[in-house]
């Protein structure tokens, strides 16, 4: 149980498109959903914790404008990268949290982007 | 501010044991993560810590001391499949996740 899957798992794209990343939950409904990108040699940067229903609260440095993040139902939600330029390229990771006491989090296998 | 620290690298011998060290200062706990990540690929869920002791889980063993800020993830007959960065991650009184900057563990034959 507890799988969370996101798609594409890769993608290239060109400078000054968008690109659209989904994260679902698929055998449970996640109350909370994160999105983090990672640099190479990096560890993980949290960029937004959205909620079902709610505005995405973004990080401190994290464009909001940039990274649009829509949570519309509590087994889906995507981050969109507008206007991608090549310092966006990163593995972005979404994960879900399952609302139990632990308060685990279960991660989906990431994206990785390369704007060219 | 918060912090987390771990090693930045490790190396240890196949069949062997190793102790990756985690220290924390946070602004409130509410447990402690440590995950395995492969190189390209997502965090796995290893461990969660929340009261003081050693938790074990096969080959896999983690510890947590509140008091000294502190907790080690326990390696025992490592495989050469465990090379990977382990991340440690602590759980704040916001109930956000404060990551460290993760230990690369090199297994050698």
């Known amino acids: 149980g507890a799988v969370v899957s996101q798609h594409p798992s890769r993608v290239i794209c060109k400078s000054g498109t968008s690109v659209k990343i989904e994260c679902r939950s698929l055998d449970f409904q996640a109350t909370t959903m994160f999105w983090y990108r990672q640099f190479p040699k990096q560890s993980l940067m949290l960029m937004a914790t959205s909620n079902e229903g709610s505005k995405a609260t973004y990080e401190q440095g994290v464009e909001k404008d940039k990274f649009l993040i829509n949570h519309a139902s509590l087994t889906l939600s995507t981050l969109t990268v507008t206007s991608a330029h090549p310092e966006d390229s990163s593995f972005y990771i979404c994960?879900?949290?399952?609302?139990?006491?632990?308060?685990?989090?279960?991660f989906g296998p990431g994206t990785r982007l390369t704007v060219t | 501010g918060q912090n987390i620290d771990q090693p930045t690298e490790m190396t240890a011998t196949e069949g062997a044991i190793v102790q990756i060290n985690c220290t924390y200062q946070?602004?409130?706990?509410?447990?402690l993560f440590w995950y395995q990540q492969h190189a390209g690929e997502a965090p796995t869920f290893l461990s969660y810590?929340?009261l003081d002791g050693l938790e074990e889980k096969g080959r896999f063993s983690s510890f947590l001391s509140r008091s000294k800020g502190y907790s080690y993830l326990l390696l025992k007959e490592l495989q050469m499949k465990d090379s990977a960065s382990y991340l440690c991650?602590?759980?704040?009184?916001?109930?956000?996740?404060?990551w460290g900057a993760g230990t690369k563990l090199i297994i050698k034959p």
């Open positions: 994960s879900a949290h399952t609302g139990t006491s632990t308060y685990e989090q279960y």
């Open positions: 991650a602590v759980t704040d009184s916001n109930y956000q996740l404060i």
């Open positions: 810590n929340v």
């Open positions: 946070t602004s409130g706990f509410n447990g």
